[in-house]
């Protein structure tokens, strides 16, 4: 009875550690899997910069129809900024001084569309925060 008693432990023993085995190797695929992911979306991620001339650091941005955009607009100026695509519906977005924001949507057509501040950020410049993005079949 006592070595019946000895075995039923061992096999208990056993189970648990075959089971964290398995636990161990399933999270780890997981957090694989979840890091690539992250890191896929930082590597789509475009960075456009408001600058403290009132302009963008990009004049023309290029992306392919049907592949998810991704643009972090950063406000390194010292006013607040905006920004919005018109064409494609996409809402403004205010984005105050030292702050940013991301925007993100999926283009259904090829074309060229404006981007712009949409807040009157300087007298003089505000009309040269503009740009194209392109969208390529």
């Not at 006013?79 to 695509?85: K, L, R």
Request: glycine content about 6%.
């Amino acid at each position: 009875m006592v070595k019946s008693k000895e075995r039923k432990m061992r096999k208990f023993g056993e189970s648990i550690a075959v089971i964290l085995v398995i636990l161990t190797i399933g999270g780890t695929i997981w957090a694989i899997f979840a890091y690539d992911a992250s890191l896929a979306k930082k590597r789509n991620t475009l960075d456009l910069e408001a600058h403290p001339i009132s302009t963008w650091s990009k004049k023309e941005i290029r992306v392919k129809r049907g592949e998810l955009v991704r643009i972090r607009v950063i406000n390194k100026d010292c006013v607040t900024h905006g920004f919005a695509i018109p064409e494609l519906d996409i809402e403004e977005r205010i984005i105050r001084a030292g702050h940013n924001e991301i925007v993100e949507f999926t283009p259904k057509y090829a074309g060229e569309y404006t981007y712009l501040c949409v807040v009157q950020c300087d007298r003089e410049q505000h009309e040269f925060m503009t740009g194209k993005l392109i969208v390529e079949k």
